[in-house]
Structures are given as structure tokens and as C-alpha cells.
């Protein structure tokens, strides 16, 4: 019996829910984030950990609460970054869903009975559940009820229990580009070869992206249940580096993705808004030495399919 089906004739407590954490040097975080995801009131969890080559004390922590509960997997790598940190969990996770948590992060403890619960309740596979998502300002004592999206972002936003396609977002590229609230069905990731783009910054984009395209079954709640830590002098506004032009990467992994699907009338608009909007925003934060490199690229992006006289359908990227 495929994943799918077997998923619809389970018992609510069946559910094997992979928890994805890649860890770097998150040693003043580590602990409150795994307290968060020991103690959740759904125990049927694997909890997959990856140190990311950390130096300070996280694999330490990580070592010590596997060694009190059973359900923690600890796995050490070079550093290679976030990207092939999950990739590593997504390949050896034997859930039914994914979860990915951020190490310095945390997680209300209904969080994993709320999912199974909503999905339980869906009279069809979910592919994507979808909760919201409140920042907490580090170095204050405020938690901001900034929420990552709203029902009125979808067409049909009267009831949580609406379950909705992509093309039924009326934002569709934005305010829902972070993989840490959302959990996946892992046979649907399986079954379209998703997996995260490694090497680049803002791979969270065109991993989001890619699954909203491809899920049949969508279903969200605006209730909170993750509190993000900002830090702002790590935020993307302090991006300093090369590293700003990954951007136009991951937006060229996202555009084949919508030639493949071949849906680019369906969302031809809002996805050149995201283009227009993700590229100003890192181009308002670029620094002086390369501003003027990524306003042509910028520029180039956007402007070379009216200045060819192109056919809009087509790429439109520097060679």
C-alpha cells in the first residue's frame, strides 16, 4: 500500500512525523528548541538532528539529549551548510511528513498533535499544512505578532478547513517562503525529486515554491505555532557578499519550474511582481562596491524581454 492511501487508513497516533533540525553553533539556542520538540503532546516523532560542523558546543547538546531519548538521531557532518544538512535528513527520514525547525527557534508543544489532528480531519491527502509563524526580537522581551501569512492571502479564506491549490493564492510568491512553517508529506517530496538547492542563500524560496506548484492539496491554519528569533544583525539586510547574487539563481530554478509545469499564463504576473519585488529588496540593502554590478543584473532581468522584443514566455536571464 502506497504512502498515500496508507496515510488515510491510519490511526491518528500512527503518523510518524520527521522532525528536520540543521544545527550550526546554535549552542545558547539548542536546548530550548529541543525542549520545545521532546515535550510535544504527540509523541510519535523522529527527531533528526544534523550538526553542520559546528565549533562551539552544539553537537555536545545534541549528544546529551540523544542519550535520553531514543527518538533523537544525531548525525555530524562538515560544514556544508543548511541546504545539504536538510537534504541529508529529508534522505534518510522514514515519516510519513517532514518538519524542518530552525536551531534557534522554537515551537509551541501542540504544535504536531494540531497537524495531525487538521490532517486527520481532510477527507483527502494533504501534501502541505501550512501554520503561521510570530517573530521574536532577540536582545527584547517583545514577541511581535508579525505573522508570516493571512487567510485573505488565498481566494477562499472563510474557514480553515478550505483546502486549496496554488493557483487559489492570491499572493502566490509571497509571505510563504519559509520551510520551517510548513510540514510535508514526505512521499509527495519523494515522488517530484524536491529537494534543496545547495550552495545558494534563499534556497527556502525555491523550495517553497517548487511544492506549492506541485501539491494538489494545500491546507493551513493562521494559528500560531513557531516563534522565529530575529536577529537583525544577521537578517538579509546585512547581506554584505557575492553571496546577494544567489537570489537570481534560485529565481531562474523557480521560473523552469513553472516552464516545466507549463503554468506560466496562470501566474505570469504575480511571478514577475516577485521578481520585481525579491530583486529590489536585496538591491536596497546591497553594498556600495556592488551595487552597481546587481542593478544591471537586476535591470538585464527584467527589462531585456520588452527591449528584444521577446516573446515574454521566455526566459529572460544573462547569459
Known amino acids: 500500500m502506497r504512502g498515500a492511501q496508507r496515510i488515510l487508513a491510519m490511526n491518528n497516533n500512527d503518523i510518524l512525523v520527521s522532525i528536520i ?35 562551539d558546543e552544539s553537537l555536545r547538546i545534541l549528544n ?29 527520514a522514514t515519516g510519513d511528513y517532514v518538519s524542518f525547525i530552525d536551531s534557534d527557534d522554537w515551537v509551541y508543544l501542540t504544535l504536531y498533535q494540531s497537524f495531525v489532528d487538521a490532517i486527520s480531519s481532510a477527507d483527502k491527502i494533504i501534501d502541505i499544512w501550512m501554520f503561521n509563524v510570530s517573530a521574536y526580537v532577540q536582545d527584547s522581551n517583545d514577541i511581535y505578532p508579525l505573522r508570516f501569512f493571512e487567510n485573505t492571502d488565498w481566494n ?29 508529506r514526505k512521499e509527495f517530496l519523494d515522488d ?16 517553497c515554491i517548487k511544492a506549492f506548484l506541485n501539491a494538489k492539496a494545500v491546507k493551513f491554519t493562521e494559528d500560531i505555532f513557531y516563534r522565529y528569533r530575529n536577529f ?8 554584505v557578499s557575492e553571496r546577494a547574487f544567489d537570489i537570481f539563481k534560485i ?8 516552464a516545466r509545469l ?58
Do not use: W
Open 251 to 258: 529565481v531562474d530554478y523557480i521560473e523552469d519550474e513553472i
Open 192 to 207: 517530484i525529486g524536491l529537494r534543496f538547492e545547495e550552495g545558494l542563500k534563499y534556497e527556502d524560496q525555491c523550495f
Open 156 to 184: 477562499n479564506h472563510d474557514s480553515d478547513d478550505v483546502i486549496h491549490t496554488f493557483e487559489e493564492c492570491r499572493r502566490p510568491f509571497s509571505r510563504n517562503l519559509s520551510a520551517a512553517n510548513k510540514i510535508y
Open 21 to 55: 533540525v540543521p544545527v550550526y553553533n546554535a549552542e545558547n539556542y539548542l536546548p530550548k528548541c529541543l525542549d520545545t520538540l521532546v515535550n510535544q503532546t504527540y509523541s510519535n516523532l523522529e527527531i533528526i538532528c544534523v550538526d553542520d560542523g559546528s565549533t
Open 262 to 319: 507549463d503554468v506560466y499564463e496562470s501566474f505570469k504576473y504575480a511571478f514577475f511582481q516577485y521578481k520585481f519585488n525579491v530583486f529590489s529588496q536585496h538591491y536596497a540593502h546591497c553594498p556600495d562596491n556592488l551595487r552597481e554590478k546587481y542593478y544591471e543584473e537586476m535591470r538585464n532581468r527584467l527589462l531585456v524581454a520588452e527591449v528584444q522584443g521577446l516573446d515574454p514566455n521566455i526566459s529572460c536571464r544573462l547569459a
Open 232 to 239: 537583525h544583525h544577521t537578517s538579509i539586510s546585512c547581506e
Open 64 to 92: 546529551e539529549y540523544a542519550a535520553k531519548d531514543s527518538r533523537i538521531i544525531v548525525h555530524s557532518q562538515k560544514n556544508g551548510g543548511a541546504s545539504i544538512a536538510r537534504n541529508y535528513g529529508l534522505n534518510i
